[in-house]
């Protein structure tokens, strides 16, 4: 494949990741959901096969089941931070930052089930760039969406790993274009979730160096967060959300040829001559989904959000240094694991 050719490849694996189309949505809905709970849902991302737990949820009947009558609201995490903390909106996906962030800033926002058992995020260049460890990144250019979210978390981070501040790189705000911008030299390197920009690179034949965050920074990752006022007023329908996703990743996880074949009936542009490619980012999706080994599904560790929010408030991410017991609980996702 020519190099042109390869790169438009890479942009239109890229590109398919941002579709911002609406959602198919198979099966009307019946009378019985038309009485359940309406919860939108806020992610912090477009329609993408990284979602299909909550498809399969939505599709296979489960939080109908569960009481909810769920739909997905895509955007950016912090501005669903935000509508959350004002109980604007009841619901978000988001990571254990975010929460940090939102409640050093007032917001009562509060994490009740964990979903991804690792902080997803990596470092990615090719290899000539020459980006193997955190030093590394000394006067290179870095680009990441834009300086908030998980994906700015993890480069604030990897800075510190490495002995840097954001003045000693080229910190590009170049939108979820990453594999594109990577692959043609736009920037050296890039930051982003360690089933997007990689992957889609190796569908195209296109091998990187990989930085984890592993050693570098414990954070509870993606996972379910509403507000302390609605854990107070409809305990009932925080537990049915918490339920409602332990049972649709545990759908997902047992079936996943079946939860992939849904997750393309609500994002249709992820099939066709774009199937490898996202089968691809949805199997290497499986294991960050996977609960932590002799852990209860769900729940997470105070020892982690001591951590995590000692790193957002000496890196000056937080303004102050929030207690953990302010940030989580666990009693939702005990509950959803009780037969």
Same mark, same amino acid.
């Given at each position: 494949?020519?190099?042109?050719?390869?790169?438009?490849?890479?942009? #239109?694996?890229?590109?398919? /990741?941002?579709? %911002?189309?609406?959602?198919?949505?198979?099966?009307?809905? $019946?009378? !019985? =959901? &038309?009485?359940?709970?309406?919860?939108?849902l806020?992610?912090?991302?477009?329609?993408?096969?990284?979602?299909a737990?909550?498809?399969?949820?939505m599709?296979?009947?489960?939080?109908?089941?569960?009481?909810?009558?769920?739909?997905?609201?895509?955007?950016?995490?912090?501005?669903?931070?935000?509508?959350v903390g004002?109980?604007?909106?009841?619901?978000?996906?988001?990571?254990?930052?975010?929460?940090?962030?939102?409640?050093?800033?007032?917001l009562?926002?509060?994490?009740?089930?964990?979903?991804?058992?690792?902080?997803?995020?990596?470092l990615?260049?090719?290899?000539?760039?020459?980006?193997?460890?955190?030093?590394?990144?000394?006067g290179k250019?870095?680009?990441?969406?834009g300086p908030y979210?998980?994906?700015?978390?993890?480069?604030?981070?990897l #800075?510190?790993?490495g002995? /840097?501040?954001? %003045?000693d790189i080229?910190?590009?705000?170049?939108?979820? $274009?990453? !594999? =594109? &911008?990577?692959?043609?030299?736009?920037?050296?390197?890039?930051?982003?979730?360690?089933?997007?920009?990689?992957?889609?690179?190796?569908q195209?034949?296109?091998?990187?160096?990989?930085?984890t965050?592993?050693?570098?920074l414990?954070?509870?990752a993606?996972?379910l967060?509403?507000?302390?006022?609605?854990?107070?007023?409809?305990p009932?329908?925080?537990a049915?959300?918490?339920?409602g996703?332990a049972?649709?990743?545990?759908w997902?996880?047992?079936?996943?040829?079946?939860?992939?074949a849904?997750?393309?009936?609500?994002?249709?542009e992820?099939?066709g001559?774009?199937?490898?490619?996202?089968?691809?980012?949805?199997d290497?999706?499986?294991?960050?989904?996977?609960?932590?080994?002799?852990?209860?599904?769900?729940?997470?560790?105070?020892?982690?959000?001591?951590?995590g929010?000692?790193?957002?408030?000496?890196?000056?991410?937080?303004?102050?240094?929030?207690?953990?017991?302010?940030?989580?609980?666990?009693?939702?996702?005990?509950q959803?694991?009780?037969?």
């Amino acid at each position: 494949m020519g190099t042109s050719k390869k790169w438009a490849a890479i942009a #239109l694996a890229s590109l398919l /990741l941002l579709a %911002a189309c609406a959602p198919v949505a198979p099966g009307a809905s $019946t009378n !019985a =959901a &038309a009485q359940n709970q309406a919860v939108a849902l806020g992610v912090g991302f477009v329609p993408n096969v990284q979602f299909a737990p909550l498809y399969v949820g939505m599709k296979q009947g489960i939080f109908a089941e569960e009481g909810v009558d769920l739909t997905l609201d895509y955007g950016f995490e912090n501005d669903y931070l935000t509508l959350v903390g004002t109980g604007e909106n009841d619901f978000m996906v988001g990571s254990g930052d975010q929460v940090i962030l939102g409640r050093a800033n007032g917001l009562p926002v509060r994490y009740v089930y964990n979903w991804y058992s690792k902080y997803p995020v990596v470092l990615f260049a090719l290899p000539e760039a020459a980006i193997d460890t955190p030093a590394a990144m000394a006067g290179k250019r870095i680009g990441l969406p834009g300086p908030y979210g998980a994906n700015y978390i993890a480069l604030r981070a990897l #800075l510190e790993a490495g002995s /840097l501040t954001e %003045a000693d790189i080229q910190m590009e705000s170049i939108g979820f $274009t990453q !594999a =594109a &911008a990577v692959s043609q030299g736009i920037v050296d390197g890039a930051v982003d979730y360690a089933v997007n920009g990689p992957v889609v690179l190796a569908q195209s034949g296109i091998s990187t160096t990989v930085v984890t965050l592993d050693g570098v920074l414990t954070m509870p990752a993606n996972g379910l967060v509403t507000n302390d006022r609605l854990i107070a007023e409809k305990p009932d329908l925080v537990a049915a959300m918490a339920r409602g996703l332990a049972r649709s990743v545990a759908w997902t996880l047992a079936n996943p040829d079946a939860a992939f074949a849904i997750a393309l009936e609500y994002v249709p542009e992820a099939g066709g001559p774009n199937e490898v490619a996202n089968r691809a980012v949805f199997d290497a999706s499986l294991p960050f989904w996977t609960p932590a080994t002799g852990r209860t599904p769900g729940t997470t560790l105070a020892a982690d959000w001591e951590e995590g929010a000692a790193f957002m408030q000496r890196t000056g991410l937080a303004t102050t240094l929030v207690n953990a017991d302010d940030l989580f609980t666990n009693a939702f996702a005990e509950q959803a694991a009780q037969p």
